[in-house]
């Protein structure tokens, strides 16, 4: 596991694609309402953006033509390393999954195994999973692997036995814990999944819901970085709805900051995750 002195970092993941709008007004869903968001998270202590986009009516899409607009405007108006989700919806066809990474981000989810979601199911099955990790490093795009379930911790080793490092040569992973149907949001789900991690890897951990608070206090007290936001919790505390993204960077901020181990600037981000700068057309 991670040293405990590491400094923490922190992804806001603001919007999903399976929250509407309407049931969570302050739900990130425009361009000018997702780059507002990505400035207050980014001042209250992200550095790392998870981002899934949604079309006029609000409604979850991959149209690349608006991930590429996303991606400009939020490297624009921040400093983030931005990552677009290619899980997208669960009903978001594999090719459409695919073309995401022509849109150009620094960074790019990619889930290492099928999971139950709900009565839904997330499909990521092995040779999906080694054609999007072949796609990450020939654009030399950072993957974040995003893990439900214990089993999907064996299949990243395996990916990894098979496929190779990632671009930029480092592991970074991102424990996805209490979705209905994946592992629970408990601190023995993180302790075990962090452990099965490859040597030198960095972990981040995400609870889903109620099980936000024991995963972020969890991975804090195991070495771990924290993702938050919107896509997982609407619930701030019981009762009491989310107001919006940034109050979740902030509580994560300080809870990182009362564990001697505050949030990582974004350059600090950047050479952890071995993110290729794009920056000002600096990797054209
Ligand atoms: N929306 C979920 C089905 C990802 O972003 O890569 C998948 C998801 C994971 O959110
Ligand atoms: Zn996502």
Known sequence: ???????????????????????????????????????ACEAA????????????????????????????????????????STGGAVTDPYEARLGVLDADPDSCSLTCGTVNFGSDVFLN????????YRKTQALEIVPEFELFDVGHVAALNRLLDKEGLPYGGHVHADLVLG??????????????????????????????????????????????????GMEDTLTFAPGRPVRDNAELVERAASLATLALRPPMSTDEARSTLGIKDRRNGAGA
Do not use: C, N, Y
């Open 1 to 39: 596991m991670d040293d405990v002195a590491t400094p923490t970092l922190i992804t806001v993941a603001p919007t999903g694609a399976e929250t509407a709008k309407a049931d969570a007004p302050a739900l990130p869903v425009t361009l000018d309402e997702l780059v507002a968001t990505a400035k």
């Open 45 to 84: 202590g992200a550095g790392v953006i998870h981002i899934h986009i949604r079309d006029t009516e609000s409604a979850p899409t991959l149209d690349l033509g608006r991930l590429t607009d996303t991606v400009a405007a939020v490297r624009e108006g921040t400093d983030l390393v931005v990552q677009l």
């Open 179 to 228: 979705v209905p149907g994946g592992a629970p949001g408990t601190p023995e789900a993180v302790v075990t999944m962090a452990r099965m991690l490859p040597a030198g890897a960095t972990w981040s951990a995400t609870g889903v819901g109620r099980a936000t608070m024991p995963v972020a206090l969890s991975a804090l007290a195991g070495g771990g970085h924290l993702r938050v």
């Open 125 to 132: 099955p092995w040779d999906f999973m080694v054609e999007l």
